[in-house]
């Protein structure tokens, strides 16, 4: 394969003689040191292929043995580019494509992370671009090794990284470490506590005594279960005391259109810029606001994003909105209402809810009353003081 | 062939008795390599001769090709039919 494509370079002729002495024709090369291959005799015409200055030398041999020669064909880069030196552009873009490819195929496209589940690919990609792995970086200036060594030790979440290249990409494995679990802790003696108001609908005492009955009503910080229990021989022993005390709760929220602060965008403004293998090229005045926000579109190939591409960034001005329309204001309130009970939604169990609004008021305002079930048990630790048992 | 106590089996090759001699390497019936031919004597379409010092070894055979020739060494393919020497 080798030494045709090293044929290919050099050039070579194939060519066809007949007429006189074929055997003599091929010794006489042999003593000239002309190389010959692929020879095939036909019918007295012989077919042989030689190297493009052996078959210059050729002509004399040819005629000192009386055979006739033609050329079949010419191989070869010389002649491809003779035959084509009209076309020379296309061989400057192939020398410039190839140039091109080199160079590119030399930096990073692509960084992937692979082996995340709990931390997100933003936050790693942003400890790892510190150091100067990101798309655009030259593969061949950075130290992986040490690059990822310093990333771990700002990462105390993972526990191993590496970063493996990939053609012209950069992956960046990682093991994240696992959670120690927390320990529950029963050796502290506590009390069961009620959290809030309410009446108690159910107990379910995993330890301790009971203090509290079924449809007793209760008040925040009231004992609902005992951490203290006493033994039939009078003898008293602190225990961890714990439970679940189910009790109807209520919850009131109020909101009054004076807590509502409405703006209005004043100034927008955007500026784009345009990403080519890590530099940026912007394309305007970088934009200023109160909320200044980025958003980036890559070029992408399947499914690999290429680093080319444009990002757009906007910068947003609010002002305080004195005139707004009441009823946008009234809105907000009955809004803000109904995220209070989503909110409640998702601690308690809401029964019932009633909103109720009052628009005689100047200051609009606006109530929910709940009615929820609930766990109110709350541990409450009994402090102790250890003594030394005098001997 | 004795030696410390273990036996060692001597390998003959032909080379070690031929020195300057022509070598031929058969491979099947498709192709041989001939070192240290001087010339060609003769040459057609179903037979190959040549000269090896003083004696002639002779392809014969279908579709012979010399694929290589120079600095007495002789690369030759087709089907052959016989391989005799004179």
Redesign the interface.
């Given at each position: 394969m080798i030494i045709k494509f090293l044929k290919y370079i050099i050039g070579f002729v194939t060519f066809k003689a007949w007429g006189g002495f074929?055997?003599r024709f091929?010794?006489l090369?042999?003593e000239e040191?002309?190389?010959?291959?692929?020879?095939?005799?036909?019918?007295?015409e012989i077919t042989a292929s030689t190297s493009i200055n052996g078959y210059k030398r050729l002509r004399s041999i040819s005629k000192k043995t009386g055979m006739k020669m033609r050329t079949v064909k010419k191989c070869g880069l010389r002649f491809w580019l003779s035959k084509n030196r009209a076309r020379s552009g296309l061989a400057v873009g192939a020398v410039v494509f190839m140039l091109i490819l080199i160079t590119l195929s030399q930096f990073a496209w692509r960084i992937e992370v692979v082996g995340n589940t709990e931390i997100e690919d933003e936050k790693i990609l942003a400890v790892f671009e510190e150091y100067g792995i990101k798309a655009g970086a030259k593969i061949s200036d950075l130290d992986l090794k040490t690059i990822t060594e310093k990333a771990l030790a700002d990462m105390p979440d993972i526990s191993w990284a590496k970063v493996n290249k990939k053609g012209s990409m950069l992956c960046i494995e990682i093991r994240e470490k696992r959670k120690i679990p927390d320990i529950y802790d029963d050796s502290v003696p506590t009390n069961v506590v009620a959290s809030e108001d309410g009446v108690i609908l159910s107990s379910d005492v995993l330890c301790g005594t009971e203090e509290i009955k079924v449809g007793s009503a209760v008040r925040k910080g009231d004992l609902l279960i005992s951490g203290i229990v006493t033994h039939r021989d009078g003898s008293e022993e602190l225990l961890h005391a714990d439970g679940i005390v189910r009790a109807q709760t209520k919850d009131t929220f109020e909101i009054s259109k004076k807590n509502i602060c409405l703006y209005s965008l004043t100034n927008y403004k955007k500026r784009y810029e345009i990403f080519f293998f890590g530099l940026k090229f912007p394309i305007g005045v970088a934009p200023d606001g109160d909320l200044i926000s980025e958003n980036a579109s890559y070029l992408q190939s399947g499914d690999s994003v290429l680093p080319l591409g444009v990002i757009k960034t906007t910068g947003i001005t609010f002002s305080e909105n004195t005139v707004a329309p009441e009823e946008i204001q009234n809105l907000i309130c009955l809004f803000k209402c109904s995220e209070h009970i989503k909110d409640l939604n998702e601690t308690a169990e809401v029964k019932s809810s009633k909103i109720s609004v009052s628009e005689n008021n100047p200051d609009y305002s606006c109530a929910v009353y709940s009615t929820c079930e609930k766990n109110i048990a709350e541990l409450k630790e009994i402090y102790t003081e250890k003594t030394m048992d005098k001997e | 062939m004795k030696k410390s106590g273990k036996y060692v089996r001597k390998k003959i090759t032909p080379s070690d008795n031929t020195g300057f001699s022509p070598q031929l390497t058969v491979t099947g019936n498709r192709e041989a390599v001939l070192e240290g031919c001087r010339e060609i004597k003769e040459y057609d379409d179903g037979k190959i001769k040549f000269s090896i010092g003083n004696m002639t070894v002779c392809f014969c055979g279908n579709n012979l090709v010399i694929k290589n020739y120079g600095n007495d060494y002789a690369v030759i393919c087709g089907e052959f039919s016989d391989i005799s020497f004179g």
């Open positions: 074929s055997e091929i010794n090369c042999e040191k002309i190389s010959l291959w692929n020879i095939k005799n036909t019918n007295g | -």
